[in-house]
């Protein structure tokens, strides 16, 4: 793993809290896309903001993510990795990549509804606590990421739909992406489950990407169907573009990529976004893992 300094990080944030803003601004930025080199033309991003929406858990490891060190190293090992275009993570994680200079050249994307947290009675009212629009703007970084969930018996779901269309808006202002994750969920015995059903996901797609007064700057990031057959019909619902979330793979992390690459074939999958299932793989081995994502693109 990539060294880190725990003592150095806090020796910064303590004495010298201005230094984020500093790093932020002489930051290399590079475009969303770009050709050449090791790149594919798609996206490759390393997903890392489980851990505040309290989501720390990866396969039975319950508090796998609460090690910070351990996070930090895995996502700057990830980071640097031939073909990984970038992350995307809270402002505290982001904050530390910052200080680390682990963002040089890197697609920064920032994490904006981490309100509904995971297990709590409240968790479908994912209100907006992360990143705003204009800090993603002040920051100079690159894209910014909302999760949208709906329940159709959840009358709250349309605060949610509402909030999100208001950000998209906000975003399409300031000219910058916005990744928008969409599920059809319900509650099964008391806990929130998504449907993963052709059908959910379709309606899902089509929900989400009628949001808000353009979708010119919106971009789709969605889960592979229960059946990864159906992805095909299911991506015909929009011509937004759209990325590929990791989930929670369990054990099985081959019959992952095999679905990753069947679904990164259709014309408007432009890419990967993944996060545990590549930061904590089986094996252990990340560099293994985020080089055979990068190979499916």
Known sequence: MTGVDVSELVRLRTHHPEAVAEAAARRVRRPLLRTGGHSTGRLMIIAADH??????????????????????????????????????????????????????????????????????????????????????????????????????????????????????DAMAERRLPVFVEPFICRRVEGRLRTDLGAEAVTRSIAIASGLAGTSAYTWLKVPVTQNPDDMARVMETSTLPAVLLGGDIGGDQEGAYEKWRGALRLPTVQGLVVGRSLLYPVDGDVAGAVDTAVGLL
Do not use: Q, W
Request: charged share 30%; with cysteine; proline share 3%.
């Open 51 to 168: 851990p505040a929406r309290g989501a720390l858990a990866v396969g039975d490891r319950r508090l796998a993510m609460a090690g910070r060190l351990d996070l930090l190293e895995r996502l700057c090992l990830a980071l640097s990795r031939p073909g990984v275009d970038g992350v995307l993570a809270s402002a505290d994680i982001l904050d530390d990549l910052l200080l680390l200079g682990a963002l040089e050249d890197r697609v920064v994307v920032g994490s904006m509804n981490r309100g509904g947290l995971a297990g709590a009675a409240f968790e479908l009212d994912d209100r907006f606590t992360g990143h705003r629009p204009e800090d993603l703007a002040r920051l100079g970084f690159d894209a910014g990421k909302l999760l949208l969930r709906i329940d159709y018996e959840d009358p709250g779901s349309l605060d949610t739909m509402y909030s999100a269309a208001r950000a998209i």
